[in-house]
């Protein structure tokens, strides 16, 4: 019965695109937060695809132009820059263009675009609740909470350098894995971005348009119910000729 997967799939695909926007929408105020943006195909071409990344078939095969049943192949992270806010916070960083800070999470080394620091209790430039921020020496220890800061990413205190905050970068973001809030780690080693420009106590808000968000959402639970009301419309006629055949 071809309609019934038609219909299910473009309901559990309109779920998923629901629960992105709301995750998004959920992190407006998450600073450097990347929104996530779904991607849809046919279930014919994914299948296909997973085949060759299985090693299965080298070649795809065609198995037809059109397929009714819809699924979702994959999440993509837009990394476009966020809005930009001051705050006057001394602790406060925000990249400007790409790049990541670094940041010593037990031992593993994470990357973010959230600049939301303190200074722990041992002196060291933290993001909170995460780890140690990475400078050219490792963790970044200033050792006090009044210090100097220059957009080359220098950190002075009492007019003497006493570290740097490291920028990195990669050559491409879909080796990078996202995990938690705004945080992404990668098996592939990033360079260090020279030339990164670095503000002081100002943030990077999330990339996240509440308008267009909203907008799909809404387009999305119009769609999820109209599969939903012809999955039932469906069924009613589907359970009717049983009914009528079994007369027969």
């Known amino acids: 019965m071809p309609g019934f997967h038609t219909l299910t799939s473009g309901m559990l695909t309109q779920q998923k695109k629901i629960d992105i926007s709301s995750n998004n929408i959920s992190n407006i105020n998450t600073s450097g937060y990347k ?11 994914l299948l296909i695809h997973k085949m060759e ?8 095969t065609p198995i037809g132009n059109v ?22 916070v001394l602790t406060d960083f925000a990249i400007m263009g790409s790049g990541f800070f670094g940041i010593n999470e037990n031992g593993n ?14 002196g060291y430039l933290v993001l909170q609740g995460v780890g140690r921020v990475q400078g ?29 905050i ?19 780690s990668s098996d592939v080693n990033p360079y260090i971005y020279e030339n990164a420009e670095v503000r002081n106590k100002t943030i990077e808000r999330s990339n996240v348009d509440v308008t267009k968000e909203m907008t799909d959402m809404m387009s999305s639970q119009r769609a999820l ?4 009301q012809a999955l039932k419309i469906l069924d009613m006629v589907q359970e009717k000729a049983v009914s009528e055949i079994g007369k027969l």
């Open 35 to 45: 929104k996530e943006q779904s991607v849809t195909t046919n279930f014919g071409n």
């Open 53 to 60: 990344q299985s090693g299965i078939h080298q070649t795809a």
């Open 67 to 88: 397929s009714l049943i819809k699924t979702m192949e994959e999440n993509n992270t837009i990394h476009s820059q966020g809005t930009i806010e001051e705050t006057g």
């Open 109 to 122: 080394k994470v990357y973010t675009r959230n600049g939301s620091f303190n200074i722990d209790e041992d």
């Open 136 to 164: 050219e020496n490792g963790d970044l220890y200033i050792g006090t909470d009044k210090f100097d800061f220059s957009v080359d990413g220098n950190i002075s205190v009492d007019g003497s350098i006493v570290d740097k």
């Open 166 to 184: 490291e920028i990195y970068d990669f050559l491409d973001y879909s080796n990078l894995e996202k995990f938690g809030e705004g945080k992404y």
């Open 225 to 228: 119910q109209t599969a939903s």
